[in-house]
């Protein structure tokens, strides 16, 4: 199976004085055209790590030691430092998780979109104010002429959040990576800017990995969701099929912690205990310390992973197939 | 705006009066300059003779309300030794002080944005940390010293370099300067540089510091997910945030290097404002220290005034209004 994005045992390591601790440890991911996949998992679980590796921002002591990016058919980690330039921003485009640092303080919301463009075509000043504001009224900015003579500071952090997607737009990416950027971001602005997204995606073919660590977000907007636990994907599928007949034993505990599976009444669900820390995860499955299925054969081998169509995952004990969830995931 | 520079304004005459008093009676009490002043041969009626018309028999309080009141007029009084008006004194001084601060200043600019850019982007290659240690030595050393050794290195021992002086000068735009003569030229490099080590290590460090800073922040990152090059990263979104505190302190540096570029001309005879200081506190010459220090208090508020302009020039967020201070 290939996709546009195609992720095969990407390992991305944080050298530090005690040693190398991998932070990605082995993710495979696919991600076709025009589809949105969301990537989910705790904090510090490598969701950040994994979308910034895929364009190859990872700074030292940051550092990719292993596995294939194939954007398109080309291995991203052979790619020249001017390939990588010339495709971010261009081919692939990203969001960053919070909205108020990500523009440049003291340059003009027009500057920071016009460097977008002409970093990657030659294009006249009128053109480029033209497609800027095209840019910002699609993310539903008001008067965008306006706008975009303004400074960050001018803005609130949902239109802020507004520019940076606008941004990602600009060069009508194949790829965008979206990394929470609806965290900061109170409820209803999040719902309206999924709502756009979702369309863009739909409207222009363009393909989004969403790293999310809210479920509801991930029923409301994917079309496929993989799972993240301690720098593997242990899960991954079609939407439905994930949340409603979950295979993992840590995707079922966050389907219970997460607030739309709750009646009223009814108490949240935690996964006992804490995400393991990078430099001490337990060996074999680093979930076994936390798992209620946990078998003798957890702690010597890290299951491999289990594949059949477009579902996987990687389990020794999974959930069986009876619906063991207590409802289903509302938006 | 216009509320802000009124309050800037009532603000810049209350530290002008305050260092009046201070200073005024700070040079009152250094010492009684008619010992210095009369000739040991005068008699005891031309010395009394003196001490009325210099308005040394008056008590201190009515001597510093005479000078408030003349000041007030933009006289500054007259200078005991030389006899002239202490303000056409001074200022007759600056255009050598300049002429030295103005070149240290783009120096020290200069050398410090490339240098300081460099090291604050590549913070672990050996040039940097040669950078780097370069400053703390640059920093450590005082300014006499300084100037002593540049005086043994590139005049007694190389023979480089005149010691003293500001060799030939020529006049332009009504000032004497040794910009444009070659022997003008090569009396101004030692003082320069000297005075200009000081300011050049201050802002390497500011640049390095602000430049590696600026490399962590998330506006970079996005810059760079954007395609930017590199190039337009350092020079737009780098640069222009470290200029902030470049300008401040290029601002309050060219305001202490005017008045405090004493040292400097002290060690290399240069005819300026600092040499002039040194000489008239010797002499006891009150007006003019008074003067200087007063002139010098008005550049520092002038200076201050025209930072905060530029401030809000370069950070859009800095709105210049009543209520800051
Ligand atoms: N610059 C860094 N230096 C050292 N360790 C890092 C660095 N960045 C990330 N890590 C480590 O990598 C692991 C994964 O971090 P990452 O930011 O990808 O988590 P995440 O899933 O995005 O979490 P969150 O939901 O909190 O954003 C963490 O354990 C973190 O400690
Ligand atoms: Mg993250």
Redesign the pocket.
Known sequence: MTGLLDIRGLR?V?H?PEGA?A??DGVDLTIRRGEVLCLV????????????STVRLI?P??EIVEGEILFDGKDLRQASDEELRALRGNRIAMVF?DPLSTLNPVLTIGEQMAEAITAHRRCTKAQITEESVRALARVGIPSPEVRLRQYPHEFSGGMRQRVAIAIALLNSPDLIIA??PTTALDVTIQSQILYEVQTLARETGTAILW?T?DLAIVAELADRVAV?YA?QIVESGAVDDVLDRPCHPYTLGLLKSSTGTVRPGERLHQIDGNAP??DARPSGCPFRTRCDRVVPLCSETYPLRQENGDRAFRCHNPVPAAPATSGEVLP | MTSYFLQRLIQSIAVLLAVSVVVFFAVYGIGDPIELLVPPQASAAERLALIKRLGLDQPVWSQYFTFLGNALSGNLGTSFVHGVPVVSLILGRLPATLELVLLSMITATVVSVPLGLYAGLNPDSRPSRIIMAGTVIGFSLPSFWKGMMLVLLFSVWLGWLPTAGRGETVTALGMQTSLFTLDGLKHLILPTLNLAIPNTVLMVRLIAAGAAEATTQDYVKFARAKGISRRRIVRRHILRTILIPVVTVVGIEFGSLVAFSTITETVFSWPGMGKLLIDSIYQLDRPVVVAYVMLTTLLFVGVNLLVDVLYAALDPRVKLSGGMT
Do not use: L, Y
């Not at chain 1, 998992?41 to 910034?52: D, H, I, R």
């Open positions: 991305t944080f530090t601790w932070a990605v998992g705790e904090s510090g679980s490598g969701k950040s790590v994994t979308g910034f700074d002591p940051g998780q990394d929470e790293i660590h993240m720098g820390r990078i």
